[in-house]
């Protein structure tokens, strides 16, 4: 069917650029060090393209990445298939021999373990590590096995939200927000980064009913419990439906890893830390230097600071023209969502450094 349409997607890129550089050297700049990060998102294809740019085999390649945390759909990811194909396809085939007989300079390198994490606290790592036991369980040759990442800080057990009969937690949990004293009383601007809701997880799972496997592990597994801390990092999970979530949910209860909360108004009002309007304009600002205008955009509506609000939204309508621009030169919605971004600017007289935006960008004459 792709092929009668003619569409394509990545891996038939892939392999036409396996096709081409198999049949004509390639002839673009040759590197001598590669640094890949995030590797676990790539698949065995795409990385041994990067053969033909680097011929360093010795000492010109490093891999980094987290083998529980790939996000691409279709990929299972382990460090030991990246060293197999680094074998394979990156030595030659006498680099290789002299590799089998301890002789040669080559080599296929060790993996190093990082295992400790800067990000979150103990409590939040036990329960990842849970997850990571079930998927070594029941899928061992698509993961590696790895030590379990530590932490230098302690905090509190993720929490389970028990919704009762209550048919829409969300707007138990973000509803009721106000303003008290200058202060915004919600969800406040270190939440926006530290804190996690898990909503529905389970319940919208195309798992379904298959989740009752863990029960079979739970009973071949000598279940022990562990400690738990306290701290500001916090996770939250709720389910509006016990139906596919209750395996997993007794799993970490048989483990002590998450503690049960009734989600009740005081329990939600007890989630929220009031934010004052300087606190949202600095996580605004930190959010808007990295590009994340849409947040950040929305912690300076909370903040009130409408110069910094309109400054970052129409710098997020600037990124999105650009990025429809490049997709297609001639969008004409491009041009448009370009002249409400200038007119933004013009409003909060920012007309000179929205020009050198747009001259730099190359679309001054479009929008004149």
Request: overall charge negative.
């Amino acid at each position: 069917m792709k092929m009668d349409k003619g569409d394509y997607d990545m891996a038939d890129i892939v392999a036409d650029l396996h096709h081409r550089l198999g049949h004509n050297e390639y002839v673009g700049d040759h590197i001598r060090y590669v640094y890949i990060d995030e590797v676990q998102d790539l698949t065995m294809s795409q990385i041994a393209l990067l053969k033909h740019v680097c011929r360093n085999v010795e000492t010109g390649f490093v891999f980094c990445g987290d083998t529980a945390q790939t996000i691409a759909r279709g990929i299972d990811f382990r460090f030991e298939d990246i060293k197999s194909l680094f074998y394979i396809k990156f030595m030659p085939e006498s680099e290789r021999s002299a590799y089998n007989q301890g002789k040669g300079n080559a080599k296929v390198s060790e993996t190093f373990v990082l295992n400790q994490n800067f990000r979150t606290h103990t409590e939040v790592l036990k329960l990842s590590q849970s997850t990571i036991e079930l998927l070594s369980s029941f899928f061992p040759h698509s993961i590696d096995v790895l030590k379990p990442e530590t932490s230098l800080v302690y905090g509190e057990a993720p929490v389970v939200l028990d919704c009762g009969s209550r048919k829409n937690a969300v707007v138990t949990i973000f509803g009721n927000t106000e303003h008290d004293g200058g202060m915004f009383v919600g969800f406040g601007a270190e939440q926006v980064i530290l804190d996690v809701l898990l909503y529905n997880f389970f319940g919208i799972s195309p798992l379904k009913n298959q989740w009752r496997v863990v029960y079979g592990y739970m009973d071949k597994q000598a279940i022990c419990c562990y400690n738990t801390y306290k701290t500001r990092q916090r996770l939250w999970i709720c389910e509006e439906t016990e139906e596919y979530c209750r395996p997993m949910f007794d799993f970490w209860k048989r483990k002590c890893l998450v503690q049960f909360k009734e989600l009740d108004d005081t329990f939600a009002q007890a989630m929220k830390v009031a934010s004052s309007p300087e606190e949202w304009k600095s996580r605004g600002i930190k959010l808007y230097y990295e590009s994340n205008y849409e947040m950040a955009t929305m912690c300076f509506e909370r903040a009130r600071d409408i110069c910094w609000e309109k400054k970052s939204k129409a710098a997020g309508l600037l990124a999105t023209a650009k990025n429809l621009q490049d997709l297609n030169p001639k969008n004409a919605n491009a041009n448009a969502i370009f002249r409400e971004a200038a007119g933004i600017f013009e409003s909060i007289g920012m007309t000179e450094s929205a020009a050198q935006d747009f001259s730099d960008l190359g679309i001054m004459k479009k929008l004149v």
